[in-house]
């Protein structure tokens, strides 16, 4: 046994044996733990902003992205909305034990479901750093082990904020064990940590579509796939202009390098005249580049914006994460929701319309794991769902989708009472 197995291995055996006894362990302990996170975090700040710091310098002079340098900084400011969450998470409810759907036959039994954790998650991600605790919190409260493995351009970022929680939630009487975090950024450590299903019971990638693939590819676990998106918000000719701008400019500029920004903006014809020299305004100013269909550029053109410039084939279906946006003009709502079912990821869509007919057929039609109306896509978000954080967004249907909370990381055992029933 080479040292890659014998260290992913000794892992797995202290997450199994920390499992056991998370599955029963109290919620006013688990809660304590988390506020300890949270403290530490604040407490500690200048430990994780120094290891943030190398991590950035070494990714800025690599050529690393802007979209993936955003998601890779942390800042006093951002490390105190890391502690906010966990403290929601705190301050939700244990779903671990919840009994639901109790009924009882016609033979006397009485039977029901019974909330329970699903033991060891697995989670490999790249470049978000804050995913470390965000991770850690709820697999923490909702009674589950886990396993880490950040990525190498944020190594030193997830290293020290993996050695707070697990220092923070042991002082708690948290098993050792329940938290661990892989430092080794090898590709072979993870290649044998997706061969380990008995031992890791759900894995989840975070990151780019090629991390996602791999894993998804080559895991011999369940996984739960998602984090690209390619969003889209169709003006409707009915839509309020006025808020049909200020939920375009949000979408797109308020963070455009994450995953529930806006992509592509599709405008009813009968508006766009009236409707698309006013975004694009407010884009300019902001420094967006519009890529727009022959139709669009015609409207535009008149006004010289010097950021718009027209749309290639490449331009639908792509996920900027950038201060980029495709524009299409098209001339129904049919002719909106055929363009997102053929280039949506299944993230986040959103309509604007007064038009209540056509924003329920769009709520009903679209194809994806939040559906807006009149609203930005930006909120699709675990902490604004009031989850109080997030292990990931599921595009897929089974066994979850959108964000993941607590309860998305629970299954849950048929429990039966009887009074000496036996079947004929």
């Known amino acids: 046994m080479d040292s890659v197995t014998r260290e992913m291995e000794e892992k797995g055996k202290m997450a199994r044996a920390a499992r056991k006894k998370l599955a029963f362990f109290p919620t006013q302990s688990k809660n304590e733990a988390l506020l300890n996170v949270a403290e530490a975090l604040i407490t500690r700040e200048d430990e994780v902003l120094a290891a943030n710091a190398t991590d950035y310098k070494k990714a800025s002079s690599s050529g690393m992205n802007e979209a993936m340098l955003d998601r890779l900084i942390l800042s006093p400011e951002r490390i105190q909305s890391i502690a906010r969450d966990v403290r929601a998470v705190a301050a939700l409810p244990d779903p671990v034990g919840e009994i639901f759907d109790m009924r009882t036959m016609p033979n006397g039994l009485l039977l029901g479901k019974k909330r329970v954790p699903l033991g060891v998650v697995g989670a490999i991600y790249e470049s978000r750093p804050d995913v470390t605790i965000a991770i850690s919190s709820l697999c923490l409260k909702s009674g589950n082990a886990v396993i880490l493995r950040g990525g190498k351009e944020a190594i030193n970022s997830c290293t020290a904020l993996a050695r707070i929680a697990m220092e923070a939630t042991q002082e708690a009487g948290v098993p050792q064990g329940a938290i ?245």
């Not at 022959?294 to 718009?308: Q, S, V």
């Not at 807006?372 to 292990?391: C, H, M, P, V, W």
Request: with cysteine; hydrophobic share 40%; net charge negative.
């Open 180 to 424: 661990q975090f892989v430092a080794s950024p090898g590709r072979a450590l993870v290649n044998h940590m997706l061969k380990m299903k008995e031992t890791i019971n759900l894995m989840i990638p975070r990151g780019g579509a090629d991390l996602i693939r791999l894993v998804s590819e080559n895991a011999t676990m369940p996984v739960i796939t998602g984090g690209v998106g390619v969003c889209h918000i169709y003006i409707d000719r009915e839509a309020n202009l006025d808020s049909a701008v200020a939920i375009a400019y949000n979408a797109k500029v308020q963070r455009p390098t994450v995953c529930n920004a806006m992509d592509c903006l599709l405008v009813h014809s009968q508006i766009a005249g009236e409707y698309l020299p006013s975004i694009a305004t407010e884009w300019s100013n902001a420094g967006v580049e519009m890529h727009c269909d022959e139709r669009a550029m015609d409207i535009l053109k008149p006004f010289n914006f010097a950021n718009a410039v027209r749309a290639t084939k490449e331009d639908w279906g792509k996920e900027f994460l950038s201060l980029t946006a495709a524009i299409k003009v098209v001339d129904s709502l049919d002719e909106a929701l055929e363009h997102i079912d053929k280039y949506g990821s299944g993230h986040s869509e959103a309509i604007v319309s007064e038009d209540y007919s056509a924003t329920m057929r769009f709520l009903n039609e679209a194809d994806a794991a939040c559906v807006y109306a009149n609203a930005s896509t930006r909120f699709t978000d675990g902490a604004q769902f009031g989850l109080g954080a997030e292990i990931g967004i599921s595009t897929q249907k089974f066994h979850a989708r959108g964000p993941m909370g607590l309860k998305e990381l629970t299954s849950y055992k048929w429990i039966i009472f009887g009074s000496g029933q036996v079947r004929p």
